[in-house]
């Protein structure tokens, strides 16, 4: 079955750096766009970053734009979300998602917490 596991999240101060990785399994990677995603205590789960299936697009939300950098490694079935600068407003968990089709995310990991504090 397809699996997408997060980790690197965790605790860092305002204006540092994180990289979250997702690795994924169950899939052939290199054929799945991917995405992103991070919600915040009592809101909504939110799009942060994609990157198309050879790496070459990449699209992000004007919260993270100049701040985040999202990559892959099709032969390490891995996403990477690079973060810098980091704001308390970026305390969120993160997912890392498989997308299929336009628009439509099928597979979704559990998710990495980051929390930033002030």
């Known amino acids: 079955q397809v699996q997408l596991e997060e980790s690197g999240g965790g605790l860092a101060q305002t204006g540092a750096s994180l990289r979250l990785s997702c690795v994924a399994s169950?899939?052939?990677?290199?054929?799945?766009?991917m995405g992103w995603f991070r919600q915040a205590p009592g809101k909504e789960r939110e799009f942060a970053a994609s990157i198309s299936r050879g790496g070459i697009n990449t699209s992000y939300a004007s919260s993270v734009k100049g701040r985040f950098t999202i990559s892959r490694d099709n032969a390490k079935n891995t996403v990477y979300l690079q973060m810098n600068n980091l704001k308390p407003e970026d305390t969120a968990v993160y997912y890392c998602a498989a997308k299929n089709g336009p628009d439509e995310y099928v597979y979704w990991g559990q998710g990495t917490q980051v929390t930033v504090s002030s």
């Open positions: 169950g899939l052939i990677f290199s054929s799945w766009p």
